[in-house]
């Protein structure tokens, strides 16, 4: 938040509205307050997606492992949030992002949505044009970029970069996460002492029709031993 007034104000007030969905609580801490700079652009998310949609959910979904005959064939878009966390409005906020393959030359893409008239406090989403990897089995490092027109006198430049995850395309593998476990659930408690079983999963769309030869589980260190699971594919 921005508080005006300069040395004029002798009572402000803070006030925190929490707005949630299936959360548990909320918290407040470390709070601090410092003089705002006047130029600060400040990158907060990159990830990065294929650009046809997926057919049930209609998101954008984020492969890690992409199998050389899944590459979507409209490629994947590249997409960033930042904030002007400065006192003065800026011009041309922009966020791009360069792919570099293990081999070969980098590729930059660049922004589909310049800012013009960036205001003090909003927030920029922006999405860079489309990248489509070749078949070619490789590792590709993602790094964003954002920049306006003051961005020279940002007050903290390291925080106009970010990178993601390297993705890979590999000969037979087709995976979200990054050969790491960042998401999960738990069979729900129906307050009788009864635990029902949950059906999860993830999304994965098909481009071509292939033959689907092993499904790697992963479980949480936590799991009840004798856990049982089924594949259940739609």
């Known amino acids: 938040p921005f508080v005006t007034g300069g040395g004029t104000l002798n009572n402000v007030s803070i006030k925190f509205n929490y707005q949630g969905q299936w959360d548990w609580f909320w918290a407040v801490d470390d709070v601090s307050f410092f003089p705002t700079p006047n130029d600060e652009g400040a990158l907060l998310t990159a990830r990065f997606g294929a650009t046809t949609p997926d057919p049930i959910w209609a998101d954008h979904l984020q492969y890690f492992t992409i199998s050389d005959d ?7 878009l590249f997409w960033g949030t930042a904030v002007n966390a400065g006192a003065n ?22 922004s589909q949505h310049t800012l013009a008239n960036w205001a003090a406090g909003d927030t920029l989403k922006d999405t860079t044009n489309a990248f489509t990897p070749t078949t070619t089995p490789d590792t590709y490092s993602t790094d964003f970029a954002l920049t306006y027109d003051n961005d020279a006198s940002d007050n903290d430049p390291t925080n106009n970069d970010l990178s993601i995850d390297d993705f890979q395309v590999t000969m037979s593998r087709y995976g979200r996460t990054p050969d790491n476990m960042v998401g999960g659930t738990f069979n729900g408690d129906d307050g009788a002492g009864s635990f029902n079983a949950y059906i999860i999963g993830t999304m994965v769309t098909a481009y071509t029709a292939q033959d689907i ?16 699971i089924y594949p259940y594919i739609i």
């Open 89 to 110: 409005a800026q011009a041309n906020g922009r966020i791009d992002a360069t792919v570099t393959p293990g081999m070969g030359a980098p590729t930059n893409l660049t």
């Open 70 to 76: 899944q590459i979507d064939p409209a490629g994947y």
């Open 213 to 228: 030869e092993a499904l790697n589980v992963a479980f949480w260190s936590t799991s009840d031993a004798g856990a049982i």
